[in-house]
């Protein structure tokens, strides 16, 4: 590689070298015997033990725990459920602290670097077996970091910015899991051979369903409305048919069209009278903002994107008991509860249709569909699958 490439390949991975050690950095830290090595580690005692198998589970740094709780940090956290050691990697950095148990058998990793240097060589030496799960193709030059027995790519988007890292992701892993059948059939064409199974997102049923016998608190930003509420929860990003959503608040007048969630890249219209931004929620709050929802929105617009899209958002909507009306996303089609509008008319009469009561929501077919795609039932999936898989 000449000294231009390098430096171009450089530029290219600015955005995350910070987080991994360069080739020439990377060496085991050999721990001081006169003190405990949980201690060294900064590693909570009841984690290191591991009570339930010997595969740790590695998320390396893509999205924060906290942030848009999403597949990753449910994904993660049934894994911890069912017994196993997870280290969940922090995108943002923080040299105060190392490590964060959030729950049982999960911890929140602060410092990446300091994790691949200490922990890492660590468990190892335990006879820990790792498992990475990445779902961010571009972190395929420096996963190798964390000494993988097994690899796993969750390819979950088709974002155009991932392409150039997918060849190099899927070579590099043992098995690909896929959350849309067209983003299956792709590695099924083009990576012949390649272990890859359909894991679509899912749901927690028990978190949007915990008012089910008595209703919360009405959120302040709905205390002075008294007409149907339509809502969109999500990023609001380029993929969303902003100019959709502003119909359908035309469209009707007497609602308020409730945006939750992130700008991002875009800014929701101010111009809109009954089109409120309500900003970033946490995921513990979400439940009470569609408890007095009544149509809930997946206004994508048709891309490559969204096209391979199979959207978290739909499930969580459908568990809170909302009728969803989307645009025409192959993966939201024939899911109980979800109407689909062909072209922007069409998805404004099914709005219309909802709010006049000409379409029923079935909630006994809608749970019983559900039930069938819960994350712990997602989990199990995978756990079938990785059963198969033998070490490196």
Known sequence: MTKQNEQGLSREYNDIRHLFWS????????VDAGKSRLDMLGINRSLTRGDTGDTVIV??????????KQRPQQLMQQFALHGHQVYYCNKMQSKDRKYTQVIPNLTVVHDNKAFIREAIPFLKRQGKRILVWSSWSKLHLFLDQYAPDILVYDYVD?????????????????????TASSLKQHIERDFSGKPCYLIPNGCDLDHFQQYKHAPPERPVEYQDHDGPIITYIGAWAH??????????????????????????GAKVSQSVPNLKYLGYKFHEVLPRYLYYTDVCLIPFRLNQITLATNPVKMYEYLAAGRPVVTTDLPEARNAPGVNIGKDRDSFVSCVGRILSSLI???ADEVNRWLRLHTWENRYKRIDEILEGIAPR
């Open 23 to 30: 080739p020439a950095e990377v060496a085991p830290v050999e």
């Open 59 to 68: 998320y390396p740094p893509t999205i924060d725990w906290h942030f848009m």
């Open 158 to 178: 088709d974002f155009p910015a991932w392409v150039p890292y997918l060849e190099k992701m899927v070579h590099m892993a043992d098995v690909v899991c896929t």
């Open 239 to 264: 993929w969303v048919d902003h100019d959709l959503v502003e119909q359908v608040a035309a469209a009707f007048p007497e609602a308020l069209v409730s945006i939750i969630g992130v700008e991002y």
């Open 360 to 362: 029923a929501f079935d």
